[in-house]
């Protein structure tokens, strides 16, 4: 595979991207963690293919999107070694279609949801990984489990068995300094921590998705293993 971007573009985009890496690897630093541990994510639906399969060219191999259309689409046009992560909103309804493209669904956020994707992946015979979406801050705007919520499912989500569940995702609230950011990511955590200690053994969690271009450092600070970054990927690179 071979990209048509100009020289600028490709340099600027190899630019972006080391720097990127660079600020993982000094916030895992910092807390003394390794950056082996944590996967990019790069969040690809404002970009032109071109782009996209310039960052390929470059290394990374997890792609993610917010609508299931453009996922699909996208996975057809670009290598099967790409991991394809669903970030965004999803429809009951949408939900069977992706199952055969996408590595994990982010954005698991009610219990109808859960119950949909369980009844596709029995009728496909598949166990897809999902994570499941948190409203840490009770933002009436965002998508979610309330925590109190979650914690009353708990029990019952425990029963499912046709869904690997891989962790939590969230979504910050905006802010004018990543470090406002903090208390909803911890929070992530500690339910995480709260949820596996309820489990008895039975699950681990491992995932936290949480953090995005402004506030992924401090994300990372508090024990995000995934990192959503689009915009960060993409800057200084000419509009189309």
């Given at each position: 595979?071979?990209t048509s971007l100009s020289n600028a573009v490709a340099h600027q985009l190899a630019a972006n991207l080391?720097?990127?890496?660079?600020?993982?690897?000094?916030?895992?630093?910092?807390?003394?963690?390794?950056?082996?541990?944590?996967?990019?994510?790069?969040?690809?639906?404002?970009?032109?293919?071109?782009?996209?399969?310039?960052?390929?060219?470059?290394?990374?191999?997890?792609?993610?999107?917010?609508?299931?259309?453009?996922?699909?689409?996208?996975?057809?046009?670009?290598?099967?070694?790409?991991?394809?992560?669903?970030?965004?909103?999803?429809?009951?309804?949408?939900?069977?279609?992706?199952?055969?493209?996408?590595?994990?669904?982010?954005?698991?956020?009610?219990?109808?949801?859960?119950?949909?994707?369980?009844?596709?992946?029995?009728?496909?015979?598949?166990?897809?990984?999902?994570?499941?979406?948190?409203?840490?801050?009770?933002?009436?705007?965002?998508?979610?489990?309330?925590?109190?919520?979650?914690?009353?499912?708990?029990?019952?989500?425990?029963?499912?068995?046709?869904?690997?569940?891989?962790?939590?995702?969230?979504?910050?609230?905006?802010?004018?300094?990543?470090?406002?950011?903090?208390?909803?990511?911890?929070?992530?955590?500690?339910?995480?921590?709260?949820?596996?200690?309820?489990?008895?053994?039975?699950?681990?969690?491992?995932?936290?998705?949480?953090?995005?271009?402004?506030?992924?450092?401090?994300?990372?600070?508090?024990?995000?293993?995934?990192?959503?970054?689009?915009?960060?990927?993409?800057?200084?690179?000419?509009?189309?």
């Amino acid at each position: 595979m071979t990209t048509s971007l100009s020289n600028a573009v490709a340099h600027q985009l190899a630019a972006n991207l080391n720097q990127v890496r660079d600020r993982i690897a000094a916030a895992c630093q910092r807390v003394g963690r390794s950056a082996d541990d944590v996967t990019l994510i790069a969040v690809t639906k404002y970009a032109p293919l071109e782009w996209v399969r310039g960052l390929i060219e470059l290394g990374v191999a997890d792609l993610g999107e917010s609508r299931p259309q453009q996922l699909i689409a996208r996975a057809a046009e670009l290598p099967s070694s790409v991991r394809w992560h669903q970030i965004g909103h999803l429809q009951r309804n949408k939900a069977e279609s992706l199952l055969p493209v996408v590595a994990r669904i982010h954005s698991v956020d009610s219990m109808r949801l859960m119950e949909q994707l369980a009844k596709s992946a029995q009728q496909r015979g598949c166990r897809p990984r999902i994570l499941l979406e948190v409203n840490v801050t009770d933002e009436a705007s965002k998508d979610g489990f309330a925590a109190s919520d979650l914690v009353a499912a708990w029990p019952a989500i425990l029963e499912q068995t046709s869904l690997e569940i891989d962790g939590l995702m969230t979504m910050a609230p905006l802010g004018d300094t990543a470090e406002n950011a903090r208390p909803a990511f911890r929070g992530l955590r500690e339910l995480r921590d709260r949820l596996v200690e309820m489990s008895s053994g039975r699950i681990a969690l491992p995932q936290l998705s949480m953090g995005m271009s402004g506030d992924f450092e401090v994300a990372l600070e508090e024990g995000a293993t995934f990192v959503r970054v689009g915009s960060g990927l993409f800057e200084g690179l000419p509009a189309e």
